[in-house]
């Protein structure tokens, strides 16, 4: 069994930045990243981190998110930048196994003047 634990989110101006952490403990950890759904909307990537250090990004975040990891912690941190209104949104840390996804509870980020 594998626990996700998220920290960080908040209300922030647009333009402002925020960063969100994730921890996993149990099982060997293969990729961690961050998804995020808002309200009316599908779930959706922000952001993955594979063990030998391969990201991917949305196309709507790159350049203003950067997602990075300590291994040795199975800890994943999301630095964000520029923040948009269209960031707002729950987003949710998972953290890969070799043979299952887990899921953290989700954090609420909101970007609004």
């Known amino acids: 069994q594998v626990q996700v634990v998220e920290s960080g989110g908040g209300l922030v101006q647009p333009g402002g930045s925020l960063r969100l952490s994730c921890a996993a403990s149990?099982?060997?950890?293969?990729?961690m990243g961050w998804y995020r759904q808002a309200p009316g909307k599908e779930r959706e990537l922000v952001a993955t981190l594979k063990r030998d250090g391969t990201t991917n990004y949305a196309d709507s975040v790159k350049g203003r998110f950067t997602i990075s990891r300590d291994n040795a912690k199975n800890t994943v941190y999301l630095q964000m930048n520029s923040l948009k209104p269209e960031d707002t949104a729950v987003y949710y840390c998972?953290?890969?196994?070799?043979?299952?996804?887990?899921w953290g509870q989700g954090t609420q980020v909101t970007v609004s003047s």
């Open positions: 998972h953290a890969n196994t070799m043979v299952r996804t887990y």
């Open positions: 149990g099982r060997t950890i293969t990729a």
